[in-house]
Structure formats: C-alpha cells, structure tokens
C-alpha cells in the first residue's frame, strides 16, 4: 500500500518505520532538512530502544524514504498520516494550527480516494471538522481517527505488538482499508464512530496518569502516618482488580503526553459544560509532587540553597529515552538554580541547556562535591553505581532519592541519610 507521514516525531518516525517493515511504501515529510540528512544516514534524530536497527532495515528495502515536501509525499498515497505536533496552548486545549497547515498545504493534492488519518492527538470533534473542510476543497477524501498508545521507551515494541488498534470512522471502505494496512499485527481491532475514537486516546492517558498520581498521594500519605508506600502499593497491586502497573510513587508524572493530555481533556470537559473535578485533582496533585521533592531538597541542604551545589541523576522524563519535555528531573533543576543553586547534572541519554546546570560524563562526576543527591529518573545505571564511592564523592551525606530506586538500609549503613518518596 502506498503511505504518506507527515512529521518524523516520535510518533510519525515509528509509525513509518513499522509500516515499511509490514512491506508498505512509506514516504515520510519533514521539512527539517538537518533531521532528514540524518534520517537518510540511518540515524535516527531521537533515542529510542531497536529504532536505528529498524530505520536502517526500512531504507535498505527501498520502502522507506523522506522528503522535505509534504505535497511530494502525499502524491499517490492512499493512506495519509498527520502526525505533527498538538502542543498545548495558552487554555489547556490542543493547539491545531500545525495540524491546519499541513492539510491546508496537502488538500489539493491529495487522491480523490485518499484517507487521512489523524495520528496525531486531536481534540473531540477534530475529524467531523476537517471532514467539513475536506468535503468543500476534495470530496470523496476521508478523515478518520487512528490514535496512537506508543510507550516512549519502548515505542518499537509498542507498535508490533499493541494492545489494540483504535480506528475512529462511519465509513466502512476508509476502515476495512486501514485493517488491512495493520494486517500481520496481533491485536483487537476497535472499530467505532470518530469522536469516541478521540475520547480514547485522552481517557487512557487520563487515567493512567490518575493511577500515578493516586500512587504519589498515597506516599505522602504514607510519610505522614509512618508506612512503607511500596509496601503498601505491593499489597494493594497483588489484587487482580487493581494490578502493579502505573503504581510507582516518584516526583510526578512528564513526558509530552501526560500533562498535555490532562489539561487538554479538561479544556474538553469544559467546553461541554461539565466540571471535570477529579482530573483537575490530579493535576494539581501532580504539581504539588514536585514542590514537595524541591522542598526535601532545600530542606536536606546544610546552608541556604543560594550558593549550595546539588546533584541530579537523570534528566529524562523516564528512563529509555532521551525525552526532556515537561521533565521532572529538568524541572527540579530549574527551580534549584533559579533560587541560586548549582547543579551537577548526569543522564545516560538526554542533555539540556540550562544556565546553571553543569552536566558531567558519569554519575560519579555528579555526585563530585555536592551537599545533596537527587535521583530523579528512574535509570537501571544508577542502581549499579558503587554507593561507598558515591559517598566519598560527595562534600555532604544526603541522598534524595525521588523515584525509589536504592536499597535505604544500604545507603545508611554507610553512614548516609536517605529520603525517599513514601519510605
């Protein structure tokens, strides 16, 4: 089948890249010319587990090719893949003006025939609206719901083997065409009309990003009255109705979906006239999250913050990628300098540019003369780190170990204080 992607994200690179492997040809746009040199070469501009293994398969096929022009990829394409950003805009909703570009650009092009699919995350009623649009500039294109559930970490391995495939459309030829373009994929297939195919993709993020929050208000909780919050959420998850998974307490849910989804599907509720109190709850718990691992931080600092050199391991959002957006760990480092702190900063895989951030080589290096260190991304690496170097390493002897990640009684047997989240 003959394919078109539009943006080569997160979402549009892995999307086309296991499209090519399903033996589709695949033609991606994406108007950064530094990205595409790079994507052309095999390497991929974003860090995610097997995805240069299968970028470099795909090109090697012919199946698989880019171009900076949307409407040279879209010519001939049966199946056409938004996948550009919809970042948040100033009220919470999705901001689609990326997304009315790309289709104001490709609208005259496209086959008479063709399916556009909504990859990209977009607000209730999105596919009636620009089904409206294309019905007065190309009649007989459709505009259809496809969302997306690809795990940053693991997207790869998210997109051979889903948990579903979610198609949002009335029109059965535009839904028995998009099952065959997912044929050789093992999952349920949810074929339903467009707009509770949008309810979807925010429901799931909502809730799952609920559960997390859940798991950090019961840690604070926990410290309050003197329990173990893992041991209690170890007891609550062996319950097969509630389960182990999204029940990890840290410094708050980030990432480039979470609290742009939350808000967003807020906006949603708000826009029907209905008072989405619980999710407003959990942003605002979510919030509070990493105020209150600043606060152990500041507190934990031997003198005035001002002046004080703090370490942070892990900058990423989560561990197994190189995403920063609305990342705690970056977060946290930006609240730390702006009150006149140093910080040392290590991550296996993503970087930043902040003044006042020093990012070293290795997690000893970052641990090399600071008064506090503060994990903050929940990396493998850091749990092999040789804690009694860690020590010496260190001029003070606290540890703030925001995701959980270490042994308490290890670290104080060295003569170290811990504090965690819950514990």
């Known amino acids: 089948m003959e394919v078109a992607v539009i943006g080569a994200g997160y979402v549009g690179l892995v999307q086309a890249v296991g499209l090519a492997t399903l033996g589709h040809r695949v033609r991606v746009g994406e108007n950064d010319r530094r990205k595409l040199q790079q994507l052309e070469a095999g390497k991929p501009p974003i860090y995610e587990p097997d995805l240069e293994a299968k970028l470099e398969e795909a090109l090697a096929t012919g199946l698989l090719s880019f171009d900076t022009s949307n409407q040279v990829v879209v010519d001939g394409a049966e199946v056409v893949f938004i996948a550009v950003p919809t970042p948040q805009g100033d009220n919470g909703a999705a901001n689609m003006s990326m997304v009315s570009a790309v289709l104001e650009e490709?609208?005259?092009?496209?086959?008479?025939?063709?399916?556009?699919?909504?990859?990209?995350?977009?607000?209730?009623?999105s596919v009636a609206r620009y089904q409206r649009y294309f019905d007065e500039r190309n009649p007989g294109v459709t505009v259809l719901s496809n969302p997306e559930f690809l795990r940053e970490g693991s997207a790869v391995a998210d997109f051979f083997h889903p948990d579903r495939i979610v198609i949002g459309t009335t029109n059965q030829r535009a839904a028995e065409l998009m099952m065959e373009l997912y044929q050789g994929l093992d999952a349920p297939v949810v074929v339903t009309d467009p707009i509770s195919s949008e309810m979807v993709k925010y429901g799931a993020n909502a809730y799952l990003a609920t559960r997390i929050t859940f798991a950090n208000a019961m840690a604070n909780l926990a410290e309050a009255v003197g329990a173990d919050v893992r041991d209690v959420l170890l007891g609550m998850g062996?319950?097969?109705?509630?389960?182990?998974?999204?029940?990890?307490?840290?410094?708050?849910?980030?990432?480039?979906?979470?609290?742009?989804?939350?808000?967003?599907?807020?906006?949603?509720?708000?826009?029907?006239?209905?008072?989405?109190?619980?999710?407003?709850?959990?942003?605002?718990?979510?919030?509070?999250?990493?105020?209150?691992?600043?606060?152990?931080?500041?507190?934990?600092?031997?003198?005035?913050v001002e002046g004080a050199t703090v370490g942070l391991w892990g900058l990423a959002f989560k561990a197994g990628t190189d995403d920063t957006r609305d990342s705690p760990g970056v977060e946290l480092a930006r609240l730390l300098t702006s009150r006149g702190a140093v910080v040392r900063a290590f991550d296996p895989k993503a970087t930043v540019d902040i003044e006042g951030v020093v990012l070293v080589d290795d997690p000893l290096d970052a641990a090399k003369g600071v008064e506090v260190l503060l994990i903050a991304t929940e990396w493998p690496d850091f749990q092999a780190v040789d804690l009694r170097r860690v020590r010496d390493a260190m001029a003070g002897s606290v540890i703030v170990d925001a995701r959980n990640i270490l042994d308490p009684d290890a670290v104080r047997r060295l003569g170290m204080e811990y504090f965690g989240v819950g514990r």
């Open 106 to 125: 490709i609208a005259s092009k496209l086959a008479k025939d063709a399916v556009v699919v909504f990859k990209s995350t977009v607000p209730v009623g």
């Open 238 to 304: 062996y319950d097969r109705r509630i389960g182990h998974h999204f029940l990890s307490p840290g410094p708050g849910y980030g990432g480039s979906c979470f609290p742009k989804d939350t808000r967003a599907l807020v906006a949603i509720a708000e826009e029907a006239d209905y008072d989405f109190a619980l999710l407003k709850g959990v942003i605002a718990v979510n919030d509070e999250q990493r105020l209150r691992v600043l606060t152990k931080v500041i507190r934990a600092l031997p003198n005035p």
